[in-house]
């Protein structure tokens, strides 16, 4: 069964699919936030390649991941992971599915519990509202010339994903990349690639068929979230 962690990181790589494109220039966090939000409503789906590049605190470990993710409106997510091991991971609307053939097994767990708090997910799936559920901070420019726009939790009790950091074009407010910080000090980032919206999106990549003699792993049902 997955560890906690490794779920975690899962569940933080769904936050890209903020890659909403916007107009203009951005004067403050608050512009930028109000952008990012007004693009999100209007995006049906969303499809990109993307690497990925998860830094563990404990033991200094790196894993470096390329994959092909998938989005449809609302609350269906598909990512497959190509390397260095294939995994994929569902949403279709109701259930969250992690789906490891190596270990020919999968994660089940509903989707209203995987997101139920006011964490960055949450704004992903339609629940929540950047302006009103998060506290966002204009950071310093990067290298490359973009903005860095901060995602806190307005709870810190509702931290759990820990922190988000969108890299956004200036130009365009496309989210050209993401930087998770969770709470036990590991960082995972990701970049996407050939972005493509609201184009042809089918919908059986959000279903979830299990193959014959696939361990099926319920997770357990949190009580008072």
Known sequence: MPSPGRLRACLGLLLLLLAIPGQGRAASATDVVRKVQERYDQTQNFAADFTQEMRIEAGGQVIQSTGRVWFRRPGRMRWEYVTPETQTIIADGQTLWIVQPADNQALKAPLQNAFESRTPVSFLLGVAR?????????????????????????????????????????????????????????????????????????????????????????APTQRGA
Not at 163 to 192: C, M, S
């Open 130 to 218: 950047i302006e009103q559920d998060f506290r966002a901070t204009l950071l310093s420019p990067g290298d490359d010339g973009k903005l860095r726009l901060q995602l806190d939790p307005a709870k810190a009790e509702e931290g759990s994903l820990g922190a988000l950091i969108l890299d956004v074009d200036p130009a365009t407010y496309d989210v050209a990349a993401a930087t998770i910080h969770d709470p036990l000090g590991n960082t995972t980032r990701v970049v996407l690639v050939d972005v493509k919206r609201n184009g042809a999106v089918d919908e059986s990549l959000f279903r979830f068929e299990r193959p014959q003699g696939m361990d099926v792993i319920e």
